[in-house]
């Protein structure tokens, strides 16, 4: 699995939006309803110490899960703020997570955050 892979994966899902809030070399997947004025980050790409890495978000025990099953490749959201870093995973992108897990890990990430959007925006998303 490539960073581009998981980009254009990303995208796919509905309301789904490239957009570089942090700069050029960090690209991150947004959804919004049609309604919505901004929106929310599901994926975020970037590069520690030259590896990519790519951010999702995630449910507090999913995000448990997956840093068991993948220790040390799998870590708390490495660049978020402490009181959200339970809520975020950061993973490798070097096949040490097999690809189908990055996608879960993607699917997992748009529907947890599709839930923190008000229930009509969600609805307009999932027509």
């Known amino acids: 699995m490539t960073p581009q892979a998981i980009l254009d994966y990303a995208l ?4 789904a939006y490239l957009d570089f809030p942090f700069g050029i070399d960090y690209p991150v997947i947004k959804v919004k309803a049609p309604e919505q004025k901004a929106g929310r980050i599901f994926v975020q790409l970037f590069e520690l110490k030259g590896e990519p890495r790519v951010t999702f978000n995630c449910t507090f025990e999913n995000g448990l899960l997956y840093r068991e099953l993948y220790a040390g490749k799998v ?6 703020p402490p009181i959200i870093q339970p809520y975020m995973n950061t993973a490798a992108i070097d096949g040490s997570v097999p690809d189908g897990v990055l996608l879960r890990m993607c699917d997992e990430s748009y529907s947890y955050v599709l839930t923190r959007m008000p229930r009509v925006m969600r609805q307009q998303l999932q027509k």
Do not use: A, D, F
């Not at 796919?12 to 309301?15: D, E, I, Q, S, V």
């Open 12 to 15: 796919t899902k509905n309301g």
């Open 75 to 80: 870590v708390r959201g490495w660049h978020c």
